[in-house]
């Protein structure tokens, strides 16, 4: 199957502060142990939305022409020297990574810690707000044709959700508490029901937000400026913060039981106050979560036997000429999730 490739490509290539140039760009070339995908669907992510605002995320800096985009399916259109080509053809969700097998934390078996990696839409590394993007073999997971183009980009952040609830240690019978009912929130809630738990409580200050999650395995929600989720006597076994509030942090910790776990993975303020005490004398284990390692075979499995259901939280689409309105989607309240399709133009 051998198909003819463009030279070129049409891509959305954030060039400044807020702007998006829609550009033709060489088509990247598969390195020997790649695959190069025509691009299918890609989920607009908070993280992408706040490089096209701010220009960086803590210490990372877009200090280039740079294109954002990580949450990405399409279909394998070319094969490294390396690759069987009878790869070519195949639908697949990308793992936006490329770690450097070698080190320290590689060889532990923990390469989302690699120091080495290189990730879609962190500057300098492209991502897929564009027609094609390639990925290292393994890193390209071929799906059931039963999941759409937009759940399998979406496993992106179901695979963020799937190792917050390992490192939560969620098994049959857990209880939780999700404080923040955007993405995030809601595909947690819906993992850890998949995980087993059997409470599950949201908190969120939107009543929408709230009457959604319960829509997606939340067995309880709270709005927290009329519960005072500290002292509610909640007693859960872990608790994760989806919502990057000081405030719902704090009080989230003050509500986990003795040798419970707090997943931070909610990103706002980069210093806050946390309760030592009750930290202390409960020996409540306090963690973050930075991406995923050996998360998809598990987020394919959960979307194909109808555990997680990723589709319908699709809540805008857009073209590639339309990325901007895409990234600014956020603002509006009844946003959920945004696909861009690469393929579509608006001509
Ligand atoms: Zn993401
Ligand atoms: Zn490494």
Known sequence: MISTLPETMTASVLTGPKTLTVEQVPLPAAASDEVLVKIAAVGVCGSDTHYYRHGRIGEFVVEGPLILGHECSGTIAAVGSEVSDSRIGERVAIEPQRNCRRCRECRAGRYNLCPYMEFYATPPIDGAFAQYATIR?????????????EAAALLEPLSVAITTMRKAGIVPGSSVLIAGAGPIGII?????????????IVTDLVAERRERALRYGATR????????????????????????SPRAVSSGIMAVRPAGTAVLVGLGSSEMTLPIEHIQNLEINVTGIFRYTDTWPAAIHLVASGQVDLDSLVTGRFDIDHVDAALESDQDPDSLKSIVYPERTAS
């Open 137 to 149: 073999t393994e890193f390209a997971h071929r799906v059931p044709d039963s999941l759409s183009d």
């Open 188 to 200: 947690c809630a819906q993992t850890a029901k998949a995980f087993g738990a059997a409470e599950i």
């Open 221 to 244: 929600v709270i709005d927290p400026t009329e519960t005072d989720i500290a002292t509610a006597g909640l007693d859960v076994n872990a608790f994760v913060d989806a919502s990057g």
